[in-house]
C-alpha cells in the first residue's frame, strides 16, 4: 500500500520509523533485531535511508556524528526484507545529491522489480566534496528535480531509449520539510515556497525534520497551508537519549533544544536523561495527538530501546 493510502484510510494515529543501514562491512543482524522491536508496533511502513559515497550520520556515546565514507550498502536489500518478511512496507530515500540521473533511475527500476511503491525523495547532505559526475551523464541539482524525474517515469518517460516501451511505474513521492527552515534557506518563508515547488511537482507528503518543541511544527504547518500545500505533513520526532545530544543534535541538524529540556538533562545523573527524553517525547506526541495529528514519524537510527520505552508509556 502506498504512503498516502495509509494516511487517508487511517482511523486511528499511525506511527512510523526511519532506519539507517549498517556500516560498510558490518551485517544485517543488528539492524534485524531493532526490526523485529519495531515491528510489534505495526507500523504502517518503515523509512530506510539512503547515503551518497559522500556522508552519513551515526549515532555513537558521544552524540550523533557525521561522518564522510564509502557508500553504505544495503538500502535496496532492506527495503525488500522488510516488505516480504515483515509484510511492512518500505520506503527507501532516493538521493539527487551524488547520484547521476541515469543512477537514479536505475535504482528506481530496481525499486520498481521489487514491487516497492514509496520513495522520499531528498536532496541529501553536503559533505564539501562533490562526486565527479562522468562525462555524458547528468544530475538532479535539487530534490524538486528529482521529483520530477520520478514523475516522469510514473509517466512512462525513462532517460533511455531502449526503455521507451517500459510500462509506467506508480511510486508515491514524499520529500522532507524543515520546521525550523533548511540551514541552507534565508528564512523559513523562502524554504516553504521551495517544498511548495516539490508538491506542485508531484509529491504526495511531506515528514519533517525532528524537532523538539511543537510550536515550529504548528507554525509550520500553518504557514504550509497558507500558500497552497495541502499534502499531509508528517511530524518528525526523535528521542533525546544522552547528554552529548545536546550538542550533537542541533550541530548536525540545524535545530533548537528548549531550555526546559536542556536544562532538566544537564541537572540530572547520565542514566536518567533517557527517561528525561521519552518523558518529552511523550508529551510532545499526546500534544500532537490532541491537535488532531493524523501520523508521527520517529527517527530510530539504529536504536529501538528508546521507542521500546516510549511505546510503552504511550500505549498506543
Known sequence: MKVIEHLNNATNPLISFELIPPKRGGDIRGLLS??????????????????????????????????????RPGTLGICALIQNKYNIDAVPHV????????????????????????????RG??????????????????AVDLVKQIINMNNGKYLEDSL??????????????????????????????????????GAEYIVTQMFYDNKYYFNYVDMCR????????????????????????PKNFFLNIPD???????????EHVLDIGVEWAVKQVEELLNRNVKS?????????KPIIKLMERLKL
Not at 97 to 103: A, D, L, M, N
Not at 129 to 136: A, F, R
Not at 226 to 247: F, N
Request: charge should be negative.
Open 34 to 71: 531493532v526490526i523485529d522491536d519495531i515491528a510489534k508496533y505495526n507500523p504502517p511502513y518503515i523509512d530506510i535511508t539512503s547515503h551518497a559515497a559522500e556522508v552519513f550520520y551515526e549515532e555513537t556515546p558521544t552524540g550523533i556524528k557525521k561522518k564522510v565514507k564509502r557508500k
Open 95 to 122: 538521493l539527487s545529491k551524488g547520484f547521476t540521473r541515469e543512477e537514479t533511475e536505475d535504482f528506481l527500476i530496481e525499486l520498481n522489480y521489487l514491487q516497492i511503491q514509496n520513495v522520499l525523495a531528498i
Open 125 to 142: 547532505d553536503d559533505s564539501g566534496y562533490e562526486k565527479p559526475i562522468p562525462e555524458g551523464k547528468s544530475k538532479n541539482p535539487h
Open 164 to 201: 521507451l516501451d517500459a510500462k509506467p511505474t506508480d511510486f508515491c513521492i514524499g520529500v522532507g520539510g524543515y520546521p525550523e527552515k533548511h540551514f541552507e534557506a534565508p528564512n523559513l518563508k523562502t524554504d516553504i515556497k521551495y517544498v511548495k515547488e516539490k508538491v506542485d511537482a
Open 226 to 249: 497558507e500558500i497552497g500545500i495541502d499534502v499531509p505533513i508528517i511530524p518528525g520526532l526523535k528521542v533525546l537519549t544522552s547528554r552529548a545530544h545536546l550538542t550533537s543534535v
Open 260 to 270: 526546559e529540556l536542556s536544562d532538566e538533562v544537564m541537572a540530572a545523573k547520565p
Open 296 to 304: 508521527i514519524h520517529f527517527y530510530v537510527m539504529q536504536n529501538s
